[in-house]
């Protein structure tokens, strides 16, 4: 009777156990990862922290371009329609667009593409060297993979995606004022008035979590790619559950990060 | 001097090192012989710290470096040149970047005589005028010579090969064994190699020393090993599949046992 009990209990506990311990200890690598980034940081060969500007920042322009220019046009018309079922006109359009963007969707969304688009190209990247052995023989040669890799994928990350966010928040009202002015005929200067109302200071919201959204995005792409398993399907592996986990934990901290500034009454 | 004392390591449940003691003179070429997967590799790793065993020690200089931390490491890993097995070339960099390398972050030296180094060591392993290609537009022979100019660029005191000779046609084989005992004769470097081709082990080792089951069975000159009374030894020096040592055979049953 004991035994049928136990039979029964010990597997869900063994398993729930194991998770946990996993989970604390890719944390641990986790927060050791990031500690060894952050005292490398002055010690980075500037031409490496260039080409990685290059690689995450310029080449990501053309498809932050496009997201972001149909998310203000998809916002505005959107917006128009339903503020016409409300007040019988399409106000307010220049505010909802330019808020959502500037505190929300900019910033999300050029995180989300960039975690899709670096995070994926790091995690291979760094995967395919830790499975051909250079991460070994980076250590042999007298250089950390950390300080020679991590680092400078770091600081392209944390400054470009910024860049992105504000570049993606400026085409995006772009965007929207197109369709607000051409299919709701709102006045230009209506737009642009309501626009010239959103305060410096839920434009810093936005850019915090940006900046903590790349935070995320390299880290766990690094992480990823440091811990890859065996082979082309360790890889393979690395690459998608740096993407997967990336977003899961740009969309869970928004909330959070969100409510955190807020409380703190930046762009309250 | 290299010292490894009663050296442990498993992966997961699996034992790969079991109590492996070996000792490595100063100048001298010692081969680990042992067939695929017995842990050579995994052997050599812990010679630079790549690896940490769960138990033993590595004596390195007179320095424990297992107890070492990172930082530490790092300034013992500068006395080793490594070559990999499969070569473990940056594929972003040149070849030239990739030999340079090591130059670069362990002794750093002037531009010029940086570009001269580069190309008499490349020269040395039988390339020249490749420095502007990119790993990836070699074959796998010159990649794997690009990894051993990378490895002795630097004039490490210690040079780890790890197959050197696999995957090399016979005539570049034996270019590699001239160079490895070349390097022991004019740099005095103290050499471990790592290998199954028993011609090279021959032809450049002072002794050899054979890993089985996660233990060093026997050590020996060429001469010993060529006369040995051990069964395992002998069946693996001659290539025989009877013998004492298991071979895995492929077959319905095989899979997850052995
Ligand atoms: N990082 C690792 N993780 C898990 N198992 C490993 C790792 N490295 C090596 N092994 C296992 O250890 C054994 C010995 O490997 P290795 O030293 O590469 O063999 P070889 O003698 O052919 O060089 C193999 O069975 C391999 O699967
Ligand atoms: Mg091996």
Not at chain 1, 7 to 26: D, I
Not at chain 1, 130 to 151: I, N, S
């Amino acid at each position: 009777m004991k035994e049928g009990v136990r039979s029964v209990v010990e597997p869900p506990l063994r398993w729930l156990g194991e998770r946990f311990l996993t989970l604390a200890e890719a944390l641990g690598q986790v927060t050791k990862l990031f500690r060894q980034t952050i005292t490398w940081l002055y010690k980075v060969e500037a031409r490496n922290v260039m080409a990685q500007m290059v690689e995450i920042g310029v080449r990501s322009f053309p498809v932050t371009s496009l997201t972001s220019l149909f998310t203000g046009m998809v916002l505005a018309l959107q917006t128009g329609f339903s503020f016409r079922k409300v007040f019988n006109e399409p106000l307010y359009i220049g505010s909802v667009v330019g808020l959502s963007l500037v505190k929300e969707l900019g910033p999300v969304l050029t995180a989300v593409v960039v975690a899709g688009r670096v995070g994926a190209s790091i995690a291979a990247e760094l995967g395919t060297m830790k499975v051909t052995e250079q991460l070994d023989a980076l250590y042999t040669l007298g250089t950390h993979p950390v300080r020679y890799l991590a680092v400078p994928r770091f600081i392209a990350c944390v400054t470009m995606v910024p860049l992105l966010t504000v570049y993606a928040d400026s085409i995006g009202v772009l965007g929207g004022f197109f369709v607000a002015f051409v299919r709701h005929g709102v006045p230009s200067s209506v737009f642009w008035d309501e626009i010239r109302l959103i305060k410096l200071h839920e434009c810093y919201h936005g850019l915090i979590k940006s900046i903590a959204f790349a935070v995320i995005i390299v880290v766990t792409a690094c992480y990823k790619g440091f811990t890859c398993g065996e082979g082309a399907e360790g890889v393979g592996r690395a690459t998608t559950s740096a993407v997967v986990v990336s977003m899961v934990l740009i969309l869970v901290s928004d909330y959070f990060l969100s409510a955190a500034l807020v409380a703190l009454g930046i762009g309250r | 001097m290299i010292r490894v004392e009663q050296l442990y390591k498993s992966f997961g449940p699996k034992p790969v090192l079991q109590g492996v003691n070996l000792e490595i003179l100063d100048g001298e070429t010692l081969t680990v012989i042992g067939g695929s997967g017995c842990g050579k590799s995994v052997l050599i790793k812990h010679l630079v710290g790549l690896l940490r065993p769960e138990r033993g020690q590595i004596m390195v200089d007179g320095v424990d470096i297992t107890r070492l931390t990172e930082q530490e490491l790092t300034k013992v890993q500068g006395r080793f040149g490594y070559l990999f097995q499969g070569g473990a070339l940056f594929d972003s960099l040149t070849v030239g970047e990739n030999v340079a390398f090591g130059i670069r972050h362990l002794k750093p030296m002037p531009q010029f005589l940086l570009e001269r180094r580069v190309s008499e060591t490349l020269a040395m392993v039988g390339l020249s005028g490749v420095e502007p290609l990119k790993p990836a537009a070699l074959s796998g022979g010159m990649r794997k010579r690009v990894g051993l100019a990378r490895a002795i660029a630097y004039a490490p005191r210690y040079i780890l090969y790890d197959e050197p000779t696999t995957g090399l046609d016979p005539i570049m084989a034996d270019v590699i064994n001239e160079l490895i005992l070349d390097l022991q004769r004019r740099l005095k470097t103290t050499a471990i190699v790592v290998t199954h081709d028993m011609k090279s082990a021959y032809k450049v080792s002072n002794r050899l020393a054979m890993l089985y089951e996660g233990r060093i069975i026997q050590v020996g000159s060429p001469e010993e090993i060529q006369h040995t009374t051990n069964p395992v030894v002998r069946q693996f020096i001659t290539g025989s599949s009877v013998g004492p040592i298991k071979v895995p055979m492929a077959g319905p049953m095989s899979g997850k046992s052995q």
